[in-house]
């Protein structure tokens, strides 16, 4: 087997029909979306379609949707203008958020513009929601709340409905960090009442360099970018026409076909963690990501029985037998360089072993993991 591609947590290969779409996008529409033109108005009508689309499918309204280049603008805009906009003087969050999220955080509170708070977590990295409540109620200032749908290292699902419900309560905004979420889970805004949250096409068989912010309707944010007045004047600069026909491709077929999707990439994830099991004694899974009711079925974080000399050569080893999957720590002769989540979460015997992340999608074979199992098994005994 020459190359099992088992990282689709850090990106995903684009759909074929997804691509046919971008590539009669880029030939026959050309047009800037702001040209009064015909070429312009097709290039502007076939965005605020797409706009509309990902609207309906989160039971948005199109006006709510902001297009971006991806997940890290969109994070950062929310954050930083909710800071500068809307009188935030303090975040609540927590330590196992994607950097996208964290050092906007950080920066923000180092600039003296916030208060930053870490929610407590538990041994599988579930944020305390006795401790949200606690510092929601601590004091009067405007506070927003950024925990992630889905956490990108170990695959934990927030309850999100209690925590916008909590948010509510408290009178304090809620941002979402949905970049593994959308596309791989259905959406209602109008039953979630969630302010913020942020999508990328490139986590669901779409283009990279594209994605969204959900801002919800008189927000109060202001645009981050300044310059002409694309995206209703809130994102300056000529839009990535041809990323956005990709996203809004990715995401009908997404969504069109979730149910099935999801259930075949739920059984290859189950099927993965019961080979291990079967064939690796001593392996353990990080956070909740073993358990299906409770993290993403599309990704599971590992943690290998394997001696730190072993660890340093085991990601590279599955690289020369063409396995490609995500480290989840790095361990070097005693010190410990383990992930900003994983250190959270493990405990310091856990942490001395490798932790790897396999993230799955339908291109995935039965096949291909019952390889990638032997070869870890193989690297494991050698
Ligand atoms: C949870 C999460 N947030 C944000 C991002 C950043 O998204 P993008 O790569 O589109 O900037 C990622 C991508 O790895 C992610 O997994």
């Known amino acids: 087997m020459e190359n099992v591609y088992l ?13 046919e779409k971008m590539q009669k996008a880029l030939i026959e529409c050309y047009g800037n979306p702001s040209s009064t033109h015909s070429f312009g108005r097709t290039a502007k009508t076939a965005i605020e379609t797409a706009r509309k689309t990902i609207a ?102 927030i309850n999100i409905d209690l925590v916008c419900a909590i948010c509510k309560e408290n009178d304090a905004l809620f941002h979402s960090d ?58 300056a600069g000529t839009e990535s026409y041809h990323n956005i026909i990709g996203l809004e491709e990715a995401f009908i077929q997404s969504y069109n076909n979730l149910e099935n999707e999801s259930a075949k990439v739920l059984s290859l994830k189950n099927y993965f963690i019961k080979k291990l099991k079967d064939e690796i004694p ?48 790095a361990c070097q002769s005693g010190s410990n360089l383990s992930s900003h989540v994983l250190s959270e979460v493990l405990s310091d015997e856990d942490l001395e072993k490798p932790s790897l992340r396999f993230s799955f999608s339908i291109y995935n074979t039965q096949e291909e993991l019952d390889y990638t199992v032997s070869v870890l098994k193989e690297l494991i005994e050698k």
């Open 7 to 19: 990282d689709n947590a850090a990106t995903t290969c684009i759909r074929p029909i997804v691509i």
């Open 56 to 157: 309906k499918y989160l039971n948005a309204h199109p006006s709510e949707i902001i297009f971006t280049s991806g997940g890290t603008e969109a994070d950062n805009m929310i954050l930083r203008c909710a800071v500068r906009d809307l009188g935030v003087k303090t975040i609540i969050t927590t330590k196992i958020e994607h950097h996208a999220v964290l050092h906007t955080a950080e920066d923000l509170e180092q600039e003296g513009k916030i208060k930053l708070h870490y929610l407590d977590l538990d041994q599988y990295g579930n944020p305390n929601l006795e401790h949200l409540k606690a510092l929601l109620q601590q004091d009067e200032t405007k506070k927003l709340v950024s925990l992630m749908h889905v956490n990108n290292e170990i695959g934990n699902k």
């Open 282 to 329: 001593g392996v353990k899974f990080n956070g909740h990501s073993a358990d299906s009711s409770k993290s993403t079925y599309t990704l599971v974080n590992v943690n290998l029985p394997v001696t730190p000399e072993k660890a340093l050569m085991l990601l590279f080893n599955l690289d020369v037998k063409g396995i490609a999957c995500s480290k989840g720590s």
């Open 178 to 235: 949905t970049v593994q979420s959308i596309g791989h889970y259905l959406w209602d805004v109008q039953k979630t009442p969630i302010d913020f949250m942020t999508a990328a096409a490139h986590k669901f068989h779409g283009p990279k360099g594209v994605g969204f912010a959900y801002l919800r309707r008189n927000s109060g944010l202001k645009p981050m970018i300044s310059g002409g007045s694309q995206e209703r004047g809130f994102r």
